[in-house]
C-alpha cells in the first residue's frame, strides 16, 4: 500500500512538473495560481500518507536540507538569474514530497531535486562549447572576439541581421553602447527578448553597426525542465550517490 501510495504521487508530482515544462518552455511563464492549486493538493496527499504512517520522516533534516534548497532558489530568483516559476515549483516538490521511496529519510528529495537539476544544467555550456568549436567560422569569431572563449561556454555568435530577424527567447551577451561593443556574462529573467531586438534594430537603422557585425547571444533557459529532470533522477538516483560518499549517514 505504501509503495503504491508512493508511486501515484510521484507521477502526480511528474505530471504537474511535466506541464509547468511545457508552459515555461513555450511562454517563460506560469501563472503563480497553478502552483498554488497543485501545492494545495501535493501537501493534502502528503499529510494524508504521513497521518497514515505510510511514510516515516526526520522533520529536523527535512526541514534544514529543505529550507536550504529554497533559499538557494530563492536567492538566485532575487538576484535576477531565475524566475519565480523555478522558486515555486521547488516550493511545491517540498510540501508534496517530503520523502522518496528510497531516500534515507534525511535528504529530501527538494534537496536533491536542486542538486540533479544543476548538475544537468552543467550541460548546456558543454553543448555550446562543442557548437562553436566545431566550426571553422565559429572558432575565427571565438579567436577574434576579446574573451571570446568565455563566451564559447555560454553562448553562440550570431549576425546581427540573423538576431533581429528570428523570435525566440535569446539575450545578447554582447551588445552595442555608444557604437562601441561591451561584454557581459548573463542576463536578468526580467529583460524582454524583444526590446533587445529593437534596440539593435534601432542601431542598424542609424548605421552604427551594420547586418554582418557579429554578437554573441544566449537563450533564455526554461529551469522548470531541469527541475523536471532533476525531480526524475531524484525518483531513480534518490540521495544514494551521497549517501556512498557520506557512508550512510549513519543510518
Known sequence: ??????????????????????????????????????????????????????????????????????????????????????????????????????????????????????????????????????????RRIIRKQDKGLILCFLGIPKKVKEYVTEDGYWFPLTTYVNGELVTRYSFQVEEEPDDHRKRISDLLSRKIINEGSIIWVTPGIPFVVFILIGYLLSIIISDIPLQVLFGGFGV
Open 1 to 138: 500500500m505504501m509503495g503504491y501510495g508512493l508511486v501515484v504521487r510521484d507521477l502526480y508530482v511528474l505530471f504537474v512538473l511535466l506541464i509547468a515544462s511545457y508552459w515555461d518552455y513555450r511562454k517563460r511563464e506560469i501563472e503563480p495560481a497553478y502552483w498554488v492549486y497543485t501545492s494545495i493538493l501535493g501537501a493534502l496527499l502528503s499529510l494524508s500518507m504521513y497521518k497514515s504512517g505510510f511514510i516515516k520522516l526526520n522533520i529536523e533534516a527535512y526541514i534544514i536540507f529543505s529550507l536550504f534548497a529554497i533559499g538557494l532558489v530563492g536567492l538566485f530568483y532575487m538576484l535576477g538569474y531565475m524566475g519565480g516559476a523555478d522558486l515555486y515549483a521547488i516550493i511545491f516538490i517540498t510540501v508534496s514530497v517530503p520523502m522518496s521511496l528510497n531516500s534515507s529519510e534525511i535528504i529530501p528529495p527538494t534537496f536533491m531535486t536542486v542538486v540533479y537539476a544543476a548538475i544537468a544544467s552543467t550541460f548546456i555550456p558543454i553543448y555550446f562549447c562543442f557548437f562553436n568549436l566545431v566550426s571553422p567560422e565559429r
